[in-house]
């Protein structure tokens, strides 16, 4: 996809919107608003510190010593529940977050098939897994250059709701096919294995290598800091591990290649920002979920602390702009942890905060990274304890060591022991249901007690245009748009990894395949404005597509 044609397209649409609310609100016609065009842009930062409850921050603020850079700039309090539950996954808080709509668990940028949670927003049995517009489609039609970071694999369940699709956050193949038609311009974070086919060593069974596309429209493909650090193109897409990338504890000794998601943060605002329509930026620090699900602190810390270096990266930008709306929060709490345990039952009250923090200062590694060096057999299993702080181990320490016998069983019992050392505890090895802080500054930025829905809208009208209006701009059942005009259309699913739909008017047919932006008419192919979903059963067009068949039968 064309970036220049993209965004041409999208100001049919974007633009109209924005124009006509700006015109109404100060009383000027559209033509006079072209004339007064604001000065500056409308920049978007939008970080996302996936699974940390606020007990995590607490945990690593203590950790570090001295305020993070979010507490700077708090500002309210999140509900995060989804439609079906109280306690979200991370496809529906991705979805609600980007799109303004809440769903079901592992359903990402589409809308839920069932709602029961009191005060959701029910949805007509028709529209059960329709796609819904994200705020970064919406960027990108409004004229703004786009880009989505994170530190897991790039398909991951929060960057997939804001970048794609799909009724299964698990079908990376799908959703890593709608990233890369998205036409954003810089995509940094792990995932490579989902760009490539099986006999190319990645995952992908439709043959397709999705790197040689991203070359073709003039990506710099990187692998490595240095070769992201040296870039100079407007067009970036960094893939720096086949799957997840290190915690940033671990990296400087297992992954020294790999950049910190304070230096992806700062080239792609740098590389954003040349864009003089403005910029929407997606970040997310993916891992302090994952060290949550598995009980472990040193992981918890590690990545919250990197993830408030993202933070300051963007307010040091916002603040020197002055035309920047900056959003951080996290999408739903994990791990119940609590910092005081039984061990503090009776002593709570006077238990300083070197008894909590002192032993984790011990840890050398998280969890990952030393599992990662404790051989097969557990020979080298009190070395390893050491590196994750469990040092000159007790009797009883000893003693549960030696009675493990694999690696997973070792995964488990070290947390155990740390947080037993650091008078910590954790009720659930999943996500937990309760509100989470807000972090906001700049133009229009939200505030006070909000619904995580309500972030998506604050960004949308902060950038000029409505997601509801979006999403029946780009996702019209195709089967109804396309009769409407007399066509007859017909869906291909002879190929198991490639959809397609057929529409014939008159002599015309024209060929739309799943996952891409492109509309074959006669033999030629038309870049459109939008992805084409294929979810449950139906295709889902942009209004563009059933123009241009009208516009050549």
């Given at each position: 996809?064309?970036k220049g ?10 633009s ?37 409850s ?5 945990l ?9 850079a ?11 529940f ?28 589409v ?32 004229g703004r ?13 929060t ?33 490579k ?30 692998e ?20 997840a ?28 920002s ?6 929407f930026?997606?970040?997310?620090g ?18 919250v ?20 709306m900056?959003?951080a929060l ?13 061990n ?49 181990p ?5 003693a ?11 995964g ?11 008078n ?6 999943g996500?937990?249901g ?44 195709a ?42 008419i ?32």
């Amino acid at each position: 996809m064309k970036k220049g044609t993209k965004k041409v397209l999208g100001l049919t649409l974007a633009s109209s919107l924005a124009l006509s609310a700006f015109a109404a609100a100060d009383g000027f016609t559209k033509q006079e608003v072209r004339a007064k065009k604001p000065e500056k842009p409308m920049n978007v930062i939008m970080l996302v510190m996936d699974g940390a409850s606020s007990s995590a921050t607490t945990l690593a603020r203590w950790y570090k010593g001295k305020p993070l850079a979010m507490d700077e700039i708090a500002t309210g309090g999140v509900r995060t529940f989804s439609s079906e539950s109280a306690i979200t996954d991370s496809a529906p808080a991705g979805t609600a977050l980007a799109t303004g709509n809440k769903s079901n668990s592992g359903y990402v940028g589409v809308l839920p098939s069932l709602v029961n949670s009191p005060g959701a927003q029910k949805v007509k049995e028709k529209d059960a897994f329709r796609p819904v517009a994200n705020v970064l489609e919406g960027a990108e039609l409004s004229g703004r250059a786009t880009g989505i970071v994170a530190t897991s694999e790039i398909q991951h369940a929060t960057p997939a709701a804001f970048s794609s699709h799909h009724g299964n956050r698990n079908n990376f193949s799908v959703i890593a096919e709608q990233q890369v038609y998205q036409d954003m311009e810089v995509v940094l974070g792990g995932g490579k294995s989902a760009l490539l086919p099986e006999s190319n060593g990645g995952t992908r069974k439709d043959g397709e290598n999705l790197i040689s596309e991203l070359e073709k429209e003039n990506y710099d493909f990187v692998e490595t800091k240095a070769d992201l650090m040296k870039s100079r193109s407007e067009k970036i897409w960094g893939s720096f591990s086949n799957k997840a990338l290190a915690y940033d504890m671990d990296r400087q000794t297992t992954n020294p290649d790999q950049p910190t998601l304070e230096e992806m943060t700062s080239k792609s605002l740098q590389t954003l920002s040349k864009d003089k329509d403005g910029f929407f930026l997606f970040v997310e620090g993916s891992k302090p979920d994952w060290a949550a699900h598995a009980n472990d602190p040193i992981g918890m810390i590690s990545d919250v602390l990197a993830f408030d270096n993202a933070v300051q990266k963007a307010l040091n930008y916002a603040k020197k702009d002055g035309n920047t709306m900056v959003i951080a929060l996290t999408d739903h709490g994990n791990s119940g942890l609590t910092i005081g345990n039984q061990n503090t039952n009776k002593n709570y009250d006077t238990t300083p905060v070197s008894a909590y923090i002192d032993p984790l200062k011990k840890a050398k590694m998280t969890l990952e990274g030393v599992t990662g060096v404790l051989k097969d057999d557990l020979s080298n299993m009190e070395e390893a304890a050491a590196l994750y702080g469990i040092t000159d181990p007790s009797s009883d320490e000893k003693a549960k060591m030696a009675a493990a016998k694999t690696k997973a069983e070792a995964g488990v019992l070290l947390p155990k022991l740390l947080a037993n050392r650091a008078n910590l505890g954790f009720t659930t090895g999943g996500h937990t249901g309760e509100d989470v802080f807000l972090y906001s500054y700049g133009p229009k930025k939200p505030y006070g007690m909000i619904d995580n829905t309500e972030v998506a809208e604050a960004m949308a009208k902060g950038m000029g245009f409505s997601l509801d209006k979006l999403t029946d701009e780009l996702f019209m059942d195709a089967s109804k748009a396309f009769k409407q005009i007399g066509a007859t259309v017909k869906m291909d699913r002879s190929n198991a990894n490639e959809t397609k739909l057929i529409v014939k008017r008159g002599r015309t047919e024209a060929v739309l395949k799943a996952d891409k932006d492109e509309m074959v008419i006669k033999g030629k192919t038309y870049e459109l404005n939008s992805v084409i979903v294929d979810s449950n059963g139906k295709f889902y067009v942009p209004k563009q597509a059933v123009e241009l068949l009208k516009k050549n039968s």
